[in-house]
């Protein structure tokens, strides 16, 4: 009989009358995946034996010689089960070493390029393959302890009042603006590799980021079939710790814009709301970091000249560093526990799919934007 390994574990088994064949099927995943079946001879067995158990000897009863545990795997489908699945079994060094195996030819240049084969500290993905990296991104969650931001995070959405949400028709975002100076994005423009990335988004949580003169907004932008919305997300913080979050919520109304659209919105209102926020508290904020999870604002932000949205976003951007504030625009990974931007993406999601019923829609009709 072949080792089985440590990971199988012996299995009660119950007494069975002598003449007996028992064919037993268990499943040992739970999750319906595979179907483990076991064959025991137990043509011999007296009353009172029980069948072999695993990792044992076969047993001589009565005479003859009784066979161990053949086990076979059957799955469900006869299709194999998935990459991501088998990595998920793997853990530590081995796990990061098959995660590198699965990218692309010019993904493997670049990180043997800069870290050796398997000398790297943290693990590099290329162009938001989150899934990819989550081992690291796990290992940075639990460094740094952001769970119960993340819970706080949550509940702001529950706490969120949707008679805040406001419309807006993006249709006057498409029409060139008014310029006034040069076609250049006043700040920075930062775009980390994704681990470094969601390292930075994590710090921005803690209490050594804390610090009163710097404001850091939260954007995403929702496109669900006829469903567009996209939000704001903020939280300054005190002398004594964090205040409460706030979000503001937008549903656009008029043309069909894709996801990448309502991000840029996102951008701009996030601008208009950092400069509102500089007036309600003057002198107060001397730096000012937006953060979205689209790269395609990044890019734009870079190429104003490119699209109207691009403009629009520069317009902004120009009339926030009158107000002598540091601005920087940052890329931060979606969907990867981080508070600000879970919050932004499902005020999004809300706003998108709002109803107003007997509620008062608010139009946004900003003076400098008809």
Known sequence: ????????????????????????????????????????????LQPGDSPPLFGLPNRTVGGEEILGIEMQQRHRSSTPPSTSRRSARLRGSARASNLLSRHSYNNQ??????????????????DGAHANFSFWKDKVYQELAIAAEHKISRLAV?????????????????????????????GAIERLEPVPAVRQAYQEH????????????????????????????????????WDRWEAAGYKAIGELLDSSGMEALAVIK?????????????????AIAIYTDATFVLETAKRPAKSSLGRHLVK?????????AEISLRWCPGHSKVPGNELADRIAGLAGSHVYKNMTEVVDLSDDDV
């Open 270 to 286: 996030a601008l208009d709301k950092a400069h509102e926020l500089i007036l309600r508290f003057p002198g107060r904020f001397t």
């Open 158 to 186: 529950r706490m969120f009042n949707k008679q805040t949400i406001t419309t807006v028709v993006p249709n006057r975002y498409l029409r060139p603006p008014t310029l006034d100076g040069q076609l250049e994005f006043p």
């Open 1 to 44: 009989m072949s080792d089985m390994g440590a990971d199988f574990i012996p299995l009660d088994t119950t007494p069975v009358d002598a003449g007996a064949t028992v064919t037993t099927a268990i499943d040992l995943t739970g999750d319906g995946e595979t179907k483990v079946r076991f064959g025991v001879s137990c043509a011999l």
């Open 109 to 126: 240049k670049q990180f043997k390029a800069k870290w050796g084969a398997k000398n790297a500290p943290e693990l590099l993905i290329i």
């Open 206 to 241: 803690t209490s050594a980021r804390r610090d009163t003169a710097r404001m850091v907004l939260w954007t995403d932008g929702s496109a669900r079939k006829l469903h567009r919305g996209f939000a704001v997300a903020w939280r300054l913080s005190t002398a004594t710790g």
């Open 316 to 324: 902004k951007a120009n009339l926030l560093r009158q107000c002598a």
